[in-house]
Structure formats: C-alpha cells, structure tokens
C-alpha cells in the first residue's frame, strides 16, 4: 500500500504535465509516495492550456468569488484522483501541493475545512478565499514565495501567513531573495522535507 498521495495543482495557462516534472523529482526523495498532476477542469482562455477559474475582468474584489464559483469543478477533479489512488478513506495521507493558481485553490480547501489532508504546500500563491474561514487546523501548511516575484508579489505570501497563522494553521514559510515566479530547486527541496514529516 502506497504511504502517501501528492496531487499537484498547476497554475493558470499551465497543464498537469508541466508539474509532472516537479513529481518526477520529488519522487526519490519520498519513496512509497504517489504522484497525481491533473489538468485543471476549464481551458485556458488566452492561450494553451488551462486553469481553476476565468482571470478575465479579474479584480481584488471579485476574485473571492471566482475562487468560491471554482470549488465544485476541483472538488470533482480531487475525488476523481483520490477514487483513482483508493485514498477518499485516507486524507490524513494526501498532500496538496500548488503552484500560483494551483496554491490559491489548495490554501481554500484548508480555509474552507473541505479537505482536512495532511499538509498543503503552496508556490507563489496567495489566500483569495471568501470568508467566513472554518479552516482544519490538523492540516499544516508549508509557504513557498520568491522575493522577485513580479506575477503574484511575495507580500501576498506574507499576508496568507499572517492570517492563517491568526487563524491558528501551523504554518512554515520560506521567501527566497532573487527568485521569481517559479519553483526553485531550494523550493523543492523544502517541499520534500515537509511532505516527508507529514507522511511520516
């Protein structure tokens, strides 16, 4: 029996092959864990590729809710991989681990108390979520935001740790000076330690 299940959550434009990598080379680093890197469920409307929820007429204000509009489609696209990997009984072995708009929708599973897994790892995210938050405070989180980050500014990593931290989430970070919108081999790294100690 598999140890543990790590679903990778692409960000906008992007596809699940382009994070498959990203498994790849996590993989010798967790041996007994599975990897799963779906297609978000809606194509991506300015290009190749696709995305948990539309940026078109994207604001601060109304982002809350496109997250919100999003939660049936990836609910659908995770029980999909969890009834694929026989894991639906075994989220305290689940690891999300998202990227941009992958880690947007990852950090409101754990706002939102709809997915209680056993740790969640977000890349140059941010917390979007509408509230009120009801989060599961058995799930920690593990934040990982480059300092140069000119997409997503690592001020909005800043600020998730500070409210999930008010929220009482177990919450690690780590802001990388010089780095940019992208996973850094440094990154990684931390993200294997981390989903190690939660599947431990």
């Known amino acids: 029996m598999t140890k543990g299940l790590v679903i990778l959550l692409h960000g906008v434009g992007s596809s699940g092959d382009d994070l498959a990598g990203l498994g790849d080379h996590l993989a010798p680093l967790l041996p007994d864990v599975s990897f799963a890197s779906p297609n978000a469920p809606y194509h991506f409307e300015h290009g190749a590729g696709w995305q948990w929820f539309s940026l078109t007429g994207i604001t601060p204000e109304n982002r809350p809710d496109r997250v919100a509009e999003a939660r049936a489609a990836f609910d659908q696209t995770?029980?999909?991989?969890?009834?694929?990997?026989?894991?639906?009984?075994?989220?305290?072995?689940?690891?999300?681990?998202?990227?941009?708009?992958?880690?947007?929708?990852?950090?409101?599973t754990l706002v939102s108390g709809r997915w209680p897994v056993a740790g969640i790892v977000a890349f140059s995210g941010r917390l979007s979520s509408p509230q009120p938050f009801t989060p599961?405070?058995?799930?920690?989180?593990?934040?990982?935001?480059?300092?140069?980050?000119?997409?997503?500014?690592?001020?909005?990593?800043?600020?998730?740790?500070?409210?999930?931290?008010?929220?009482?989430?177990?919450?690690?970070?780590?802001?990388?000076?010089?780095?940019?919108?992208?996973?850094?081999?440094?990154?990684?790294?931390?993200?294997?330690?981390?989903?190690?100690?939660?599947?431990?």
């Open 136 to 200: 599961a405070l058995t799930t920690p989180v593990l934040l990982v935001h480059g300092m140069a980050d000119d997409v997503i500014p690592v001020q909005e990593g800043e600020s998730a740790e500070q409210r999930l931290r008010a929220l009482g989430v177990t919450v690690s970070s780590q802001f990388q000076p010089g780095v940019g919108h992208t996973i850094s081999a440094q990154g990684a790294a931390r993200a294997a330690e981390f989903i190690a100690s939660c599947l431990a």
């Open 78 to 108: 995770l029980q999909t991989i969890l009834d694929r990997h026989q894991m639906s009984d075994r989220l305290d072995s689940v690891v999300l681990l998202g990227f941009s708009q992958g880690s947007i929708m990852a950090l409101d």
